[in-house]
């Protein structure tokens, strides 16, 4: 897990600085009072996908994981619907998450 965040740092960084990059660009057509419709909505495609890959990126950081699928929820459910699995899990868990958990 360790090699696989080292190796998405520099992914990050790039997309980063593709994003500020892209935001510099959308600032100066606003600011030279440039009335271009097309080339607002261009930038703003270029940073959404921007930020999009970069969000991706930093899901897969964070949770360890890519995003969940739908095989993946079976095995979630198999796995709640399992006794002692369930039980290893809930023992786990802070008091307050315990209780947010029986909320739901």
Excluded: W
């Excluded at 057509?29 to 607002?40: D, S």
């Excluded at 998450?97 to 739901?104: D, G, H, K, M, V």
Aim: charged share 15%; aromatic share 4%; no cysteine.
């Amino acid at each position: 897990m360790l090699a696989s965040k080292q190796e998405k740092g520099p992914v990050i960084e790039s997309r980063l600085n593709s994003l500020l990059q892209g935001v510099a660009i959308f600032r100066q057509l606003h600011n030279g009072g440039n009335a271009n419709t097309e080339a607002f909505t261009a930038q703003l495609q270029d940073l959404d996908g921007v930020a999009a890959g970069l969000t991706d990126n930093l899901f897969l950081i964070f949770t360890g994981s890519a995003i969940p699928t739908a095989r993946s929820a079976v095995k979630a459910q198999e796995v709640f619907e399992t006794p002692e699995l369930l039980e290893t899990i809930l023992l786990n868990l802070k008091t307050s998450e315990l209780l947010t958990a029986q909320q739901t």
